[in-house]
């Protein structure tokens, strides 16, 4: 039976004593800069660690943050941000409630579609394409017209926010529904009208302002 003690690695030598990093017991290559620990890279790695330290250095000694250590920003990431601005514009009185819901279920969709931790930057037309060909399946045209714009907004959002280098390229593949289609399916729908028992119980139901 193993013990706590068998599990604990024997941190390795410096390859050379000038070497700027030293062996953290997280298994990684660390400095302290500013007060604060920074890794660089695991044991196995020095080289790759020391060229990390490099790269990373001046804007570390100047209080700054490197490049490619910013937050990434993941689909999860994106939402979060988006439905905080949504709500504020809500509790401002700027966004109605079933705007906001209509939002908060776009951004469930995004989540389930590509994942919390993909990588905004990452995506491609070809996702898009990919998401609304399964969205087709199970939504009208309009709604379908509806959900594609709402989703647009949500990156729209991202490149206004400056969260993102460029606008989103979605292809070709993630247009909405033409109004041909929009067209032959009002058509195929027929004319939507109320009987008058139905117009009696929204009257009964409704409160005194909608009456």
Not at 19 to 27: I, V
Not at 86 to 111: N, P, Q, T, W
Not at 188 to 194: A, H, T, V
Request: hydrophobic letters at 35%; glycine letters at 6%; aromatic letters at 10%.
């Amino acid at each position: 039976m193993s013990t706590a003690n068998s599990t604990v690695k024997t941190k390795p030598e410096k390859p050379y004593p000038d070497f700027p990093l030293f062996p953290h017991a997280t298994g990684r290559w660390a400095k302290k800069i500013r007060g604060n620990l920074h890794y660089f890279g695991p044991w196995s790695d020095p080289q790759a660690a020391l060229e990390n330290y490099l790269a990373k250095k001046d804007a570390l000694y100047a209080g700054l943050t490197p490049a490619d250590t910013r937050e990434v920003l993941t689909i999860r990431v994106l939402c979060g941000k988006f439905l905080t601005t949504k709500k504020r514009a809500m509790e401002c009185g700027e966004l109605s409630i079933h705007s906001y819901r209509d939002y908060a279920r776009v951004c469930k969709l995004l989540i389930a579609s590509f994942g919390r931790q993909r990588a905004v930057a990452d995506l491609r037309p070809d996702d898009f394409e990919a998401m609304r060909a399964r969205m087709a399946k199970r939504l009208g045209p309009v709604r379908l017209g509806n959900e594609i714009n709402r989703i647009r907004i949500v990156f729209n959002y991202a490149a206004k926010s400056g969260l993102v280098e460029r606008p989103m390229v979605y292809g070709e593949g993630f247009r909405r529904p033409s109004n041909k289609t929009l067209r032959k399916h009002r058509a195929e729908q027929g004319p939507k009208m109320f009987e008058p028992d139905e117009i009696r119980r929204i009257i009964d139901a409704a409160g005194q302002p909608l009456r």
